[in-house]
């Protein structure tokens, strides 16, 4: 839910109980004051009987003015009653109808004779002026809290402008731009000191993934540079004569061992670009082209081994991944087929829409299924590898959301590796 | 022959322009940018080896350079015959990125160090092949004669049916003849980085006996020794 939004249910949440609580509140006060008032005006009524009775002295030649009001009687009584006030209905003639009244009883002692006064006063239309006015308080209340909210939701969308701008701005962040994203200035204090603290962030990032870049390709340089030099070195050696099988036999060794530190050193290196984030180039890749291709490049060494080297590749399945990164993922995962399989047996690779598998047939691992995709993670019997080929397919699947899978069926003896694509 | 080398690293400068200069190749060579830069403006070369990564500029521009040069001479001396020098790029990067910029800007080649002297050898041949013998691309020899832009191999005049990698084995010695050829230097030419397997010794041994068997069924002499149980030579028997 928006801040907007929120903000919004809040204040009807508030507004709904103020508005029906304030008009139960306000009906009340109205209504007590009118009683007040109406009581007030009984009072002042029966003390003006009560006056006019003591000054006529007796009632009989008065019998006129009784008629003439009809919201006063008088009867005589025959004992002292304390004065009462009472609501009551009463038919009145006009309305034809029963109206509420307010009605004062007492009694007055006029020399020796006590009358029983009653006051009444129909307070039907202060009622309804009471309930009008509630009901209108409430009405202007509401309207006041929809132009409210209204203007609310109008100046926030306002204020809030430069932090959603602020937002898309990071959205579309990308570390490898070639200058730092520069964030939009706004003249709110608040915003203003996010934008700041996020141009000062972005710069910081943008100087360590510049240093952190620059330090690999320089690491590549400064160690395959040498590396060059002992393989031209050794070729010259090579092409010098008398040679015997010894010297021959150390040189090829030599060899072997730099091609070795060439591939750890290219591993270590892509682990570490993977680790910095370095490949932000993607791309619709045909992952169908790229496993055909690896499968085709390798299919005579898999002859030479006598291995059944099937494959099952549905045409024109695409992944979104950098090319690269696609082609060391799956080449990877071919070549350990190739490398662990059991020569004579069947090896399988398939590819659809879904996902990626090999099968092969091999000794069980020599090591934990949980160090399986640890980098330096190797089979003793193959000191060559360097360890770091599933390390790198796991690294490089996990950041194109695909899940890497390893299971051993021991009665079969079958290896497989599954490479889930992420549904979408 | 005129080639022009492009790196900073003296040992490594040192040694191919030894091996080049026994293959008969006049070498030039620059270990700085800005060296290499004036070597491109004084004179004209046949083949430039670049190495990107130089201290003092990016190789690449070394390329933007020659090109612009190269319009510029042939727009003001209208000469027919100039043409571009054949561009082999080595670097110690091997992204993908590089590789095709590269190619983009008109290299013809791209090689990752570390590299086999034989190899950069054979890929310069190739690349004059193509660059500076344009029309004849008959290579030759003794008996065998092979065309590189059919990929046809004759044998005394007899087509030899080979397959790619023998064939792509037979132009890598024919390239390299009379010198020890390690099973290294040619795994790596023939399969590149696929090839580091345990047993793709033995893998290669297979390719090559196939391809020595072929060439003397054909009517070739055996050219194809082992030497030093290590390596192979390919030299005509005298």
Not at chain 1, 216 to 226: G, K, R
Not at chain 1, 307 to 336: C, E, G, T
Not at chain 1, 354 to 364: E, L
Request: glycine letters at 6%; one cysteine or more; hydrophobic letters at 40%.
């Amino acid at each position: 839910m928006s801040l907007l939004r929120k903000t919004l249910l809040y204040l009807l949440l508030v507004a709904i109980p103020v508005a029906v609580g304030g008009g139960w509140l306000f009906h009340t006060l109205i209504h007590r004051g009118i009683r007040y008032e109406v009581d007030e005006q009984l009072s002042s009524d029966l003390a003006y009987v009560s006056n006019q009775l003591s000054s006529a002295g007796t009632l009989p030649g008065r019998e006129r003015y009784r008629i003439g009001n009809p919201h006063v009687t008088i009867v005589p009584a025959s004992r002292q009653v304390l004065p009462v006030f009472t609501d009551t209905l009463t038919y009145d003639l006009f309305e034809k109808e029963l109206v509420p009244v307010r009605k004062l009883r007492a009694t007055i002692q006029v020399d020796a004779q006590a009358y029983l006064v009653t006051v009444t006063q129909a307070v039907g239309e202060f009622e309804e002026i009471a309930r009008l006015l509630s009901v209108s308080i409430i009405v202007v209340f509401l309207l006041l809290m929809i132009v409210l909210i209204a203007l609310n939701g109008w100046i926030a969308r306002q204020l809030w402008q430069p932090f959603y701008t602020l937002i898309e701005q990071l959205r579309q962040y990308r570390l490898d731009a070639r200058t730092p994203t520069v964030f939009t200035a706004s003249n709110i204090d608040e915003f203003s000191q996010l934008q700041v603290a996020l141009n000062t962030m972005s710069q910081n990032l943008h100087r360590q993934y510049a240093v952190q870049k620059e330090f690999t390709d320089h690491a590549a340089h400064e160690m395959q540079t040498p590396l060059a030099v002992v393989t031209t070195q050794l070729d010259q050696l090579l092409a010098t004569e008398p040679l015997t099988d010894e010297q021959v036999a150390y040189m090829e060794q030599a060899q072997g061992s730099i091609r070795r530190l060439v591939h750890l050193n290219r591993s270590l290196l892509l682990l570490t670009k993977l680790d910095n984030q370095q490949f932000t180039d993607q791309q619709q890749v045909n992952l169908s082209e790229i496993v055909e291709k690896q499968y085709r490049n390798l299919e005579a060494y898999a002859h030479h081994r006598q291995l059944n080297w099937i494959s099952h590749i549905v045409p024109d399945v695409y992944q979104r991944m950098n090319p690269y990164l696609a082609d060391v993922l799956f080449s990877n995962l071919i070549k350990n087929v190739l490398v662990h399989a059991r020569p004579g047996t069947n090896t399988e690779v398939t590819l659809t829409a879904s996902g990626f598998s090999t099968t092969n047939a091999g000794s069980p691992l020599p090591f934990p299924v949980e160090q399986l995709f640890g980098r330096f993670v190797k089979n003793p019997a193959r000191p060559e590898s360097t360890g770091l080929g599933l390390a790198l397919v796991e690294q490089i699947a996990e950041r194109y959301g695909q899940t890497v899978q390893y299971r051993y069926n021991a009665a079969t003896a079958l290896h497989t590796f599954t490479v889930l694509f992420p549904v979408n | 022959m005129k080639i022009l080398l492009v790196e900073d690293e003296p040992a490594l400068l040192m040694a191919m322009r030894q091996f080049l200069e026994k293959e008969g190749y006049l070498i030039t060579t620059a270990t700085s940018f800005t060296a290499a830069s004036q070597a491109i403006n004084d004179y004209g070369y046949d083949c430039i080896v670049i190495d990107l990564g130089l201290p003092d500029g990016d190789g690449l521009n070394l390329i933007r350079q020659l090109k612009a040069n190269n319009l510029t001479a042939s727009q003001s001396r209208s000469m027919p015959g100039t043409s571009m020098p054949g561009l082999i790029i080595i670097s110690a990067n091997d992204s993908l990125d590089d590789k095709l910029l590269g190619l983009e800007l008109g290299s013809d080649d791209y090689i990752t160090k570390p590299f086999h002297l034989p190899e950069l050898n054979a890929r310069i041949k190739s690349v004059l092949r193509r660059r500076v013998f344009g029309g004849n691309s008959l290579l030759r020899f003794g008996a065998i004669a092979v065309d590189t832009q059919s990929h046809r191999v004759m044998v005394q005049e007899q087509r030899l049916e080979l397959t790619e990698k023998e064939y792509q084995l037979l132009l890598f010695f024919m390239a390299n003849p009379n010198r020890l050829l390690t099973k290294a230097a040619i795994a790596e030419y023939v399969w590149g980085d696929h090839m580091d397997m345990a047993d793709s010794h033995d893998f290669l041994y297979t390719h090559i006996k196939n391809l020595r068997r072929k060439l003397m069924d054909g009517g070739c002499p055996d050219c194809l020794k082992t030497r030093y149980g290590a390596g192979y030579l390919f030299a005509y028997p005298s």
